[in-house]
């Protein structure tokens, strides 16, 4: 099975229950604090908020990290905006190896259907220039850059391109975003193939992206996994939903189907 590891959202304020769901589950941490600015920017909660997850002796390597995502446009013409994101993204990175993990996801934030070529060009040119900077920086950590406001693939398939040669670099492939557009899930799978690295999941109505239990919306989860599973590499899986009871429904829906 190329799916070789299972991820959930830690709940710092409900700690030992996600605790129990990992041990259960042989599940892994993606932790989603450290996109959120206001923790960012308090400097004392950061650290208790690290210091907490440190706390649980996790094994390193083993969990992954969301980076920030709110208006990080490293291809911004407005060099401050540019600034501030390259800022909020490294931290993430640095978040990352204080806590020892395995990868972290970025969204794209390209545009979704400015089709401008000048506009695509330049977006390719600056992500590729910052991410191979970020992992010369930090050459423990896996990048995985994220589907999200994409209507095609095609924006980071160039990347991608640009990309070549780097292992640590990939797709974290969203489900859920690929279900809102009007492309079929299995043209994305085609057009990403084996630079799926990580993947997002979750269900909704096919129109708005609504981080659901697995199971509960429109995704046709038996086409998706025949065809993930076809992808002859190793990849993770984050079950992103909203609450410590949807993963728990989430992961049972998948065992009772048998795709984990």
């Not at 941490?29 to 600015?37: G, I, L, Q, S």
């Not at 308090?42 to 208006?71: C, V, W």
């Not at 060009?121 to 406001?149: C, D, G, Q």
Request: net charge negative.
């Amino acid at each position: 099975m190329s799916i070789s590891r299972i991820h959930v959202i830690p709940d710092a304020d409900r700690i030992e229950e996600t605790l129990e769901v990992c041990n259960e589950w042989n599940a892994l941490f993606e932790y989603n604090d450290f996109f959120n600015p206001h923790l960012l920017d308090n400097k004392e909660e950061l650290r208790k908020r690290i210091s907490l997850y440190q706390r649980l002796n996790r094994k390193p390597f083993e969990d992954t990290l969301h980076g920030a995502f709110y208006d990080t446009y490293v291809d911004s013409q407005d060099p401050l905006i540019e600034k501030i994101a390259r800022e909020r993204m490294t931290l993430s990175m640095e978040i990352a190896n204080e806590l020892e993990v395995r990868g972290v996801v970025f969204h794209g934030n390209a545009i979704s259907g400015f089709r401008l070529e000048g506009y695509i060009s330049n977006w390719v040119m600056k992500n590729a220039e910052f991410y191979h900077e970020l992992l010369n920086r930090f050459p423990r950590t896996n990048i995985w850059v994220e589907n999200t406001f994409d209507t095609t693939p095609e924006a980071l398939l160039r990347l991608l391109k640009e990309m070549s040669g780097e292992e640590r670099f990939g797709i974290c492939f969203d489900v859920a975003h690929a279900n809102i557009q009007s492309i079929p899930m299995n043209k994305w799978i085609e057009a990403f193939g084996k630079h799926i690295k990580h993947i997002h999941i979750n269900d909704n109505d096919g129109i708005s992206d609504l981080h659901n239990s697995v199971g509960s919306g429109t995704v046709n989860w038996r086409d998706f996994f025949e065809q993930i599973n076809r992808i002859d590499n190793d990849m993770s899986m984050l079950i992103e939903v909203k609450s410590i009871e949807s993963q728990i429904e989430s992961l049972n829906y998948l065992k009772v189907n048998k795709y984990i």
